[in-house]
C-alpha cells in the first residue's frame, strides 16, 4: 500500500482503525496480566505501553512517526473512563469536572491535530530532526524519544486523575480552581492555535514571527495551555487529598520537560529567523507579559 498517495480522509480512516487496533489490544493485554498483578495503575500501564507497541508498530509500517501524534490526547480519556468503569465508581460532581476538563482538552488538541495534518508525506520537523541526530540508533531514538517518553510523562499525569476518581466525596474551592485552570489551558490553546493558522495564512515569508493576539505576551502560549491542564488535574488531586505529597512530582515532571527539552528544541528552530531574537527580548517565554524595551 503506498501511504503516500492516501488522501487526508482516508488516512484519517487509516488513524481511526489503527488506534482502535491499538486500544483493543492494550485492553487485552491488561485482562492477560490482571490474574498476575493487582495494582490497577501497574496493569493499566502495561495496557498503555502494549497500545504504544502497536502505535509504533504502525509508524514503521508507514514510515511516519507522526502516527503517534494523536496518542497524546487520545488515550488519556480513553483511560480515565476505562478506570471509571473498573471501579463502577458512582459519578460525582468532582469526577465530572475531572471528565469535562479532559474531555474538552482532548477534542480540542485532536482538532488542531487533524487541521494541521496533510498525510503521510510529512511528520513532525522534530522527528526529523531526532532522525539526523542518531542516524544508525535511529529506531531505537524512534520508539524511546518519540513514543515511549511521551507516554510515560502523560501516564504519569493520570495518576493524580485516577487518585481523584478513587479518593473525591465532595467539591472543594482546590478542585474548582483545578477545573477553571484545565478550561483555561484548552481555551489559551484553542485561541492560540487560531491565532497561529491564521497568521500563517496571511504572513508575507516564512521568516517572520508572530507578533499578535496572546502571542505579544507569551512565545509559546500553547506549551503553557499544556501545563496549565496537568497542573489543573494536579490541583484537583490537591483538592481532594488535602496535602502535599510524592504526586506533586508528576507535574513538575511535565513542567520539566517543557522547559528543557521541547521550548529550547522550538527555539533552537526558530533562532535562525531574524525577528526572533528581537521578539525574544520584547516577549516572556510561557507566563504572560510584554517585557519592557
Not at 502494549?50 to 502505535?55: M, R, S
Not at 474551592?173 to 491564521?198: C, H, N, P, R, W
Amino acid at each position: 500500500m503506498n501511504y503516500l498517495k492516501m488522501s487526508k480522509n482516508q488516512t484519517g480512516i487509516f488513524f481511526i482503525v489503527a488506534y482502535l487496533i491499538a486500544i483493543a489490544i492494550g485492553v487485552l493485554v491488561y485482562y492477560i496480566f490482571e490474574p498476575m498483578f493487582s495494582d490497577v495503575i501497574l496493569l493499566t500501564f502495561i495496557g498503555n505501553l502494549a497500545a504504544t507497541l502497536v502505535i509504533f508498530g504502525f509508524s514503521l509500517l508507514t514510515k511516519n512517526s507522526s502516527m503517534y501524534d494523536p496518542y497524546w490526547s487520545v488515550i488519556p480519556p480513553v483511560i480515565i473512563v476505562g478506570w471509571i468503569l473498573h471501579y463502577q465508581i458512582q459519578l460525582n460532581a468532582v469526577i465530572v469536572l475531572l471528565l469535562i476538563g479532559i474531555v474538552i482538552w482532548a477534542l480540542r488538541l485532536t482538532y488542531n491535530w487533524w487541521k494541521n495534518w496533510v498525510g503521510f508525506k510529512e511528520q513532525d520537523w522534530r522527528y526529523d530532526l531526532i532522525k539526523k541526530r542518531t542516524r544508525g540508533y535511529y529506531l531505537l531514538s524512534n520508539f524511546g524519544a518519540i513514543h515511549l517518553i511521551p507516554t510515560l510523562v502523560v501516564y504519569i499525569q493520570l495518576i493524580n486523575a485516577h487518585d481523584v476518581i478513587v479518593l473525591s466525596e465532595s467539591v472543594t474551592v482546590l478542585t474548582i480552581i483545578g477545573f477553571l485552570l484545565m478550561i483555561f489551558a484548552s481555551t489559551i490553546q484553542f485561541v492560540a492555535d487560531k491565532q497561529m493558522f491564521e497568521f500563517r495564512q496571511t504572513r508575507p515569508n516564512k521568516n517572520t514571527c508572530i507578533d499578535q493576539g496572546v502571542w505579544r505576551y507569551s512565545r509559546h502560549p500553547n506549551y503553557l495551555g499544556e501545563l496549565s491542564l496537568w497542573v489543573g488535574v494536579y490541583l484537583m488531586y490537591l483538592g481532594v487529598v488535602q496535602t502535599i505529597d510524592f504526586n506533586i512530582i508528576y507535574p513538575l515532571s511535565m513542567i520539566a520537560l517543557f522547559i528543557f527539552v521541547s521550548i529550547p528544541m522550538m527555539e533552537r528552530k526558530l533562532a535562525d529567523r531574524e525577528c526572533f531574537q528581537e521578539y525574544k527580548k520584547q516577549v516572556s517565554m510561557l507566563f504572560p507579559y510584554r517585557k519592557r524595551k
